[in-house]
């Protein structure tokens, strides 16, 4: 009898027990957070919701954080541009064109800051550029074609044009 | 002729105990299921690889949302806010968060989740305080 009464003594202690630990509370929660990405996310934020000045600033703060983040650098171009800011938008895609010369989008941020400040010449070699970088698209070759058609450049601008008509 | 048993005799017997304990054990693990309905609906969409059902997370959210969010116990909270998500419920998503934030305030990576499901919603405005206060600066 005394045998039947300590085994289940045992048993209801080991249940106990698991009650008692599955019941524990929870470890208090506190999350790190990557401070790149809350930045980033901020700029991304504050330009959406259109506070230019604040997207810049925290740009430029990821940016001094780690400065080979050339996305955030791009973007951080045309955030300024959309700022009003054209020269320093120009800087900031010529830093990330520095570190990759074939990164079509900051060229697309330069033509860009080129178109906004009317600087003709420019504007058509980073179109030339542009479109030797990507061959495949046609809205670039058009824009080309009619941008050296309209300065009198026909030869020029017929090549282009045959390649568009596939002739 | 049979022996019969008296009540003594029946508690004793070893098959009696054991289907009485199986019959409790039954009981328990029923009401336990009745009781955490919500819980294990939410855990199985949680698990899914796609993309939960909007209709099934939205009667998980309106059975789980009712009960108060508590400090030591944010998992379910947590899931629905991810589920909720995942299935495209922002607005209840945000609602999660906010609850979930206010009650643990000093936890910035509950702050941050709130802060990138308003910026995904498209509320920019909403999200750029949570931004602002992640990232301590002062009002402009």
């Known amino acids: 009898m005394t045998k039947h009464i300590t085994q289940w003594t045992t048993i209801l202690l080991a249940i106990a027990l698991i009650g008692v630990v599955s019941a524990a509370p929870a470890q208090e929660r506190q999350s790190q957070i990557d401070e790149d990405f809350l930045l980033l996310m901020g700029a991304r934020n504050a330009a959406k919701a259109g506070k230019h000045d604040t997207s810049v600033r925290r740009y430029r703060k990821l940016l001094e954080r780690d400065p080979r983040l050339n996305d955030a650098r791009r973007e951080l171009g045309w955030v300024l541009i959309a700022a009003g800011k054209v020269a320093e938008a120009q800087e900031e895609f010529r830093v990330a064109l520095h570190a990759n010369p074939k990164d079509v989008e900051a060229w697309k941020g330069i033509l860009e800051a080129l178109r906004k400040t009317d600087q003709k010449d420019e504007f058509l070699k980073v179109l030339d550029r542009l479109v030797e970088l990507e061959p495949t698209r046609k809205d670039l070759r058009m824009q080309l074609a009619l941008e050296l058609h309209n300065r009198g450049r026909f030869a020029e601008a017929e090549k282009h044009i045959v390649v568009l008509l596939g002739e | ?140």
């Open chain 2, 1 to 140: 002729m049979p022996k019969r048993m008296n009540s003594i005799q029946l508690i004793r017997n070893g098959w009696f105990i054991g289907t009485i304990g199986l019959l409790y054990g039954a009981a328990v693990w029923s009401g336990f299921q009745w009781i955490y309905t919500a819980e294990i609906v939410l855990e199985r969409l949680e698990q899914a690889v796609e993309a939960p059902d909007p209709a099934a997370a939205m009667r998980v959210y309106e059975q789980i949302a009712r009960s108060r969010v508590r400090r030591d116990d944010l998992d379910s909270f947590v899931k629905l806010g991810q589920v909720l998500e995942r299935a495209g419920r922002a607005d209840e998503a945000i609602e999660v968060w906010r609850r979930v934030a206010a009650a643990i305030p000093e936890d910035e990576g509950l702050r941050m989740r709130l802060a990138l499901t308003l910026h995904n919603a498209g509320r920019y405005a909403e999200a750029e305080l949570h931004f602002a206060a992640l990232l301590r600066e002062g009002p402009e």
